[in-house]
């Protein structure tokens, strides 16, 4: 069965860090791309950047070009998002997703398997 499993999400203050996990079970991760998209209340679901299987990054939002950064460790099967400098406007379920792909495919694309996703909020 595969499945992606997100945790990691919490209230966090601006200007601070999160590091949201994405665990994956009955499949190797290692070998797929890994996206991670958000959706704020009440609006529609932005990606925000994909790892390739080898690494490569690929940023959906240019918002999060250079505050967020994604990662994989291969012996825990997991992926990571790894957000910095959190602003208000961050505040968004967050959702990993992946697919029988190697290279990242663009940010409209959709990915086959999801997780149930991680709230986050960025408030003061």
């Known amino acids: 069965q595969v499945q992606l499993v997100e945790s990691g999400g919490e209230l966090v203050q601006p200007g601070g860090s999160l590091r949201l996990s994405c665990a994956a079970s009955?499949?190797?991760?290692?070998?797929?791309?890994i996206g991670w998209f958000r959706q704020a209340p009440g609006k529609e679901r932005e990606g925000v950047l994909c790892?390739?299987?080898?690494?490569?990054?690929?940023y959906y939002s240019d918002s999060v070009k250079d505050r967020f950064t994604g990662s994989r460790d291969n012996a825990k099967n997991t992926a990571y998002l790894q957000m910095n400098s959190l602003k208000p406007e961050d505040t968004a379920v967050y959702f990993c997703?992946?697919?029988?792909?190697?290279?990242?495919?663009?940010?409209?694309?959709?990915?086959?398997?999801w997780g149930k996703g991680t709230l986050v909020t960025v408030s003061s």
């Open positions: 009955g499949f190797i991760l290692a070998s797929r791309v």
């Open positions: 997703a992946t697919d029988f792909l190697r290279n990242c495919p663009g940010r409209d694309y959709g990915l086959g398997y």
């Open positions: 790892v390739s299987g080898s690494d490569k990054i690929t």
